[in-house]
């Protein structure tokens, strides 16, 4: 049995061809496409300071696992080996966790936590935990169960675009749920259709579906934060900017809040 660290240990394998452009990297495109994570997550931790101090410091945190996943990605697809591939998923997985922590609305709650998000968290770190182990059971169904979860953050998401009356929040969502649905396009098309690009010579869906995920990613938490404000935070003004410039077609979402009182 080979090593967890051994090259090519993975039962996975994309549509790039391995070892094509390095000796030392197997999947040359899908690993660099992961660069955006690693530049997106520190960008949008010095953007969301604001709102981090008036309303939850744990922003940091979502930012940093963010930027783990795309370390691990990079990891994985360099060496395609099986502990490569249970980091990147085990970090989207924690990632996804922590969304769900922090800003699903208590309405969403069960109804035996009687609307207690300390509880709540700790139901969700509970059920993290055995799903962290669970993974290791059957590592080439990790990657469709956690896209089932993220179906399930997309409901509720479009349960609250419904409520709203908010223009901004429901351009944002608008935004996100297209972005995610290209990215999920790519990554199925790479799985499902491999033999199809093969043949015609394009292995890089994979490597689109990393750069779509790492722009889904500033709108997605953008979109959460303001739901989420329009139960926790009724009386503050929040108002969506773009960096590097709100007159730029395109640009990063972020939240500017009005005052700031608290300090992290």
């Known amino acids: ?15 790039e061809s391995n070892f094509q452009h390095s000796e030392v990297v197997a999947e040359f495109y899908n690993t660099f496409s992961n660069v955006t994570f690693l530049i997106f997550g520190p960008l949008m931790m010095f953007l969301m300071h604001p709102y981090a101090q008036k309303r939850s ?11 783990l996943v795309g ?11 099986f502990l490569g591939q249970l980091l990147d998923e085990l970090a989207i997985l924690w990632l996804l966790g922590g969304c769900y922590s922090i800003w699903m609305p208590r309405c969403y709650f ?10 709540f968290i700790r139901l969700v770190f509970i059920t ?4 962290t182990f669970l993974s290791f059971l059957r590592p080439t169904v990790n990657a469709y169960a956690l896209n089932s979860i993220a179906l399930h953050i997309l409901y509720i998401v479009v349960q609250e675009y419904k409520k709203s009356t908010n223009k ?6 608008e935004v996100s749920v297209v972005l995610w649905a290209l990215a999920l396009a790519s990554w199925l098309s790479d799985r499902l259709l491999c033999s199809f690009w093969q043949r015609i010579h394009f292995f890089y869906l994979h490597s689109i579906w990393h750069v779509l995920m790492s722009f889904t ?37 972020y939240i500017e809040v009005q005052r700031d009182t608290k300090k992290c």
């Open 1 to 15: 049995m080979p090593s967890i660290f051994a090259y090519q240990s993975s039962e996975i394998d994309w549509c």
């Open 57 to 67: 410091c744990y922003i940091y945190g979502i930012s940093g696992l963010f930027m």
């Open 71 to 81: 370390l691990f990605s990079m990891y994985f697809h360099m060496t395609l080996s």
């Open 110 to 119: 069960p109804a035996f936590l009687a609307g207690s998000r300390p509880q």
């Open 128 to 131: 993290t935990m055995v799903s």
């Open 168 to 173: 901004e929040l429901r351009h944002l969502i």
């Open 217 to 253: 990613f500033p709108y997605c938490i953008v979109s959460l934060a303001l739901v989420d404000a329009s139960y926790e935070m009724p009386g503050e003004t929040l108002k969506i900017r773009y960096w590097p410039q709100d007159t730029w077609p395109v640009g990063l979402p």
